[in-house]
């Protein structure tokens, strides 16, 4: 299976955001990288990340992409959720049609944490891993359980804005 067919079994990715945003994402009529969002001027009612998490972004780059998520799941809801930056958390649920636009990257890890690189999603193809992701697997298996914590940190980053018709659930 060559890497396009195995991205093809990807069919939803999703955004962690509070539904207090959802009104500023519709205004701006989608998803935007965070350094759009602050050369726009916008104000983000409930951002997700603190201080320390947009500086780190920013140094690397990462406030250039949307970060998406393979499940409606990912660490980092949970310490937003946990510092009350987020109160009512919503997973967007996004198109899958987003990873043929160009520009798209993978980390197999949190994008801003040290030492994780990007690569462009064509070739992350090979890394992801697919069977604790989209079949049934024994998740009290520790050995499983490893694999779904450490799919569950990899990002998928887009770097432009994500259009409203994209967006599954936007009416939350």
Known sequence: MDANDQLK??????HFTDRRNLPLIREQGGLLPLAELQRR???VPAPGGNEWSHDADALKGMGNYVHLCFRESHPMEYIARQDGRIQNTIFLRIHASVLQFPGVRFTNDVSNKAGVESIPIAEAAPVIDYQVLY???EWK????????????KCEVLVPMLIPLNLIGNING
Request: aromatic share 8%.
């Open 9 to 14: 079994q990807i069919t939803w990715l999703y």
């Open 41 to 43: 001027g916008a104000i």
């Open 135 to 137: 079949t049934r697997t």
């Open 141 to 152: 298996d520790p050995a499983i359980k490893l694999r779904l914590d450490q799919a569950e």
